[in-house]
């Protein structure tokens, strides 16, 4: 099912610390961030249902080689909460990523450091479709904008701790 390596995840059991949250696309509110690390994070995940969360494929030894299990690929961001004013983990469904045009805007500009996005969903439905639309940034916002966020190791801490 990978065409690339998994991704190796550390589970340490430890209980859950404070950190940066995941930002999801809503129907009923508009989200603003700015991306805080050059590049995107891509990762196949799972829902589990007995554990009600989601995870990651863990590739050879993964549940979803003897269970029949959804995967779906999801591409998380480093960002900055504009309306929060803290940091936070973007995440974006495979629909959305691919619509958001992001990757060529990597490509062009050689990061995605700084670039403003609007999250929004059409139609305005829990299941619309995740639109991602580019909003200017002031240079001197994003001279002032926080260091990159160590994405894998927050999702580590999202998704491996316990709660
Ligand atoms: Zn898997």
Avoid at 15 to 32: Q, Y
Avoid at 48 to 66: E, I, K, L, M, Y
Avoid at 130 to 137: C, G
Wanted: glycine share 8%.
């Amino acid at each position: 099912m990978n065409a690339r390596p998994p991704i190796r995840w550390d589970d340490n059991g430890q209980p859950r610390r404070p950190g940066p949250k995941i930002m999801h696309a809503k129907h009923d509110e508009k989200r603003e961030a700015i991306i805080l690390n050059p590049d995107s994070f891509g990762v196949y995940i799972h829902w589990f249902a007995d554990v009600r969360r989601n995870q990651p494929c863990t590739g050879q030894h993964c549940r979803c080689n003897s269970e029949p299990v959804n995967v779906s690929w999801r591409t998380y961001l480093g960002a900055w909460d504009v309306r929060g004013k803290k940091t936070c983990i973007v995440e974006l469904p495979s629909q959305g990523w691919g619509d958001s045009g992001l990757l060529k805007v990597r490509q062009e500009r050689g990061t995605l450091r700084g670039i403003g996005i609007e999250l929004d969903r059409f139609p305005r439905v829990k299941t619309g479709r995740v639109t991602v639309r580019r909003l200017r940034v002031d240079d001197a916002i994003v001279a002032a904008l926080p260091q990159p966020l160590d994405v894998k190791a927050e999702l580590e801490r999202i998704w491996y701790s316990r709660l």
